[in-house]
């Protein structure tokens, strides 16, 4: 009994140390972490703070925010995710912990350029006014003040209005914190304070909210080279600000799925624009550079093509352009093989992902690679969409998300128009996740197979089957991956 007795008064203390460092979950992250954690812990919560965020910025595009449906869904990938989704909750401790952690590893991650912090800012807005949202429904005001710690912020005056029969709680705040709010006449002026009902305060602390966080990204920016020189960290973070924590397409699942012929009808029914666009210029042109035959290359081993296959493919092309077969053989082919593993370090090298694509090696003069949404000029992309005969309020609504550098969203529009759905209901992330979308859609939700007909051509069947999902890799592993990429450059530079 005494044990037992002992045991629970350390637990009490424990637990009251617990909830003094994280006494709520909304907060303004003011001050970092200070414990020490793993690098597998580190690792890990990144990653799932960047799933979240990836699905904050989706369903901010594909529903208004604040509605039911947003609400839910957002609630729904948090619990998965296992972060705060009840600010006064009061048994959530380690998701609080790993909400904190978390927020500032990916600060590290994306305060290196003006479009990642950008992005992330944008998120972080959307994840803590849902929050906060959340938190004005409930009546512990007190509690409710606490939680923002806003000094500048006090309730003056309870006002009751005999016409509508509410109550106003109006809170003074400083002319400049409420600009937007004098400028709908939502707010009474007077000696230089604005004075604000309840009900509209979210404005001002949401204001301050991305005002701080802005700061805080470009001071954190200004760190980075103290960061950079530990080797531990600055290989993460790169990876982070351009990761894909999706499936792993690779070569092992989709061995030999298409054949050679079969590729000219696919890249028009089932490539992504950025894939379609290359394969397009190879045609035409019977030649890409480096960047184009690294990211297409990889693509096709992704969907199918075998080494074999690849060889064939590329060298048909290439001799068609100013390229002989004995100058493939000896320029082109070892870094053909050397992508499928069979030369130099044998890595069995992954298709790229969307981010890394949008991310690093933006195309030149010449070059076909990169991402269209994000790498072509706004009047090009929409003659581009145009000749795919995608509608004019189709284009408008692509042109619309490019605009707000929402690239990916904007392949998901594509992929929406040209599919004739309205909901794909998946996030698009991967161009090979987009051709097996695309493959299970137009086939019944069956995988594309193939077999030998008595002629021995082949042609395409539809495997009973249901595809399974891919399960997700660690981050490790695709930070491994584009590690050992950059070894396999140096084969492709040959133009």
Aim: net charge positive; charged share 25%; glycine share 6%.
């Amino acid at each position: 009994m005494e044990f037992s007795s002992r045991a629970r008064l350390k637990h009490a203390r424990l637990a009251g140390d617990r909830r003094e460092q994280y006494p709520h979950s909304l907060q303004f992250y003011l001050e970092p972490p200070m414990e020490s954690i793993s690098l597998v812990e580190f690792e890990s919560f990144a990653v799932d703070r960047l799933k979240l965020l990836k699905v904050i910025e989706n369903l901010g595009v594909s529903h208004v925010r604040g509605t039911d449906v947003y609400k839910s869904k957002l609630e729904s990938e948090l619990r998965k995710l296992k972060f705060p989704y009840r600010a006064l909750a009061e048994d959530d401790y380690e998701a609080r912990r790993k909400d904190h952690i978390s927020h500032f590893i990916l600060r590290l991650a994306y305060c290196q350029s003006e479009d990642l912090r950008r992005w992330f800012l944008q998120q972080e807005m959307d994840l803590f006014r849902y929050r906060f949202n959340e938190l004005t429904e409930k009546k512990d005001l007190k509690l409710y003040w606490f939680i923002l710690n806003l000094r500048a912020v006090n309730i003056v005056a309870v006002l009751f209005c005999y016409s509508t029969m509410w109550v106003f709680l109006l809170s003074q705040v400083g002319l400049a914190d409420a600009v937007d709010l004098f400028r709908a006449r939502k707010v009474f002026i007077k000696d230089g304070f604005a004075y604000v009902p309840f009900k509209e305060i979210d404005v001002i602390v949401l204001n301050n909210y991305r005002t701080k966080l802005s700061k805080a990204l470009a001071l954190t920016a200004r760190s980075l080279p103290s960061i950079q020189s530990d080797e531990r960290l600055q290989p993460l973070l790169n990876h982070l600000s351009h990761s894909y924590v999706g499936p792993d397409y690779s070569i092992q699942k989709n061995t030999g799925k298409i054949s050679l012929e079969q590729i000219d009808a696919l890249s028009v029914k089932s490539f992504p624009l950025c894939m379609r666009q290359l394969h397009r210029a190879l045609r035409d042109s019977h030649h890409l550079r480096h960047g184009g035959r690294m990211q297409y290359g990889l693509f096709l081993k992704g969907i199918g093509l075998t080494l074999e296959q690849a060889l064939e493919f590329w060298k048909k092309e290439f001799i068609r352009g100013k390229v002989d077969a004995d100058k493939f053989d000896k320029g082109y082919a070892y870094s053909i093989r050397h992508s499928y593993g069979k030369e130099g370090r044998r890595t069995d090298y992954t298709p790229y992902s969307c981010m890394k694509i949008i991310m690093s090696n933006p195309p030149s003069q010449g070059d076909y690679h990169g991402c269209p949404f994000r790498h072509s000029d706004p009047e090009l992309l929409k003659q581009k969409l145009q000749s795919y005969k995608i509608p004019p309020s189709g284009i408008t609504q692509v042109l619309e998300l490019v605009k707000g550098v929402h690239y990916q969203l904007a392949c998901q529009k594509f992929f929406e128009l040209t599919h004739d759905v309205d909901d794909i209901g998946f996030s698009l992330n991967h161009p090979n996740q987009y051709f097996t979308e695309s493959q299970k859609l137009l086939n019944g939700g069956r995988e594309l197979k193939k077999e030998f007909n008595n002629s021995g051509n082949f042609q395409q069947k539809n495997n009973s089957q249901e595809s399974t999902n891919s399960s997700s890799t660690p981050t490790s592993s695709n930070a491994k991956a584009d590690t050992e990429l950059e070894g396999l450059e140096a084969y492709f530079t040959e133009d």
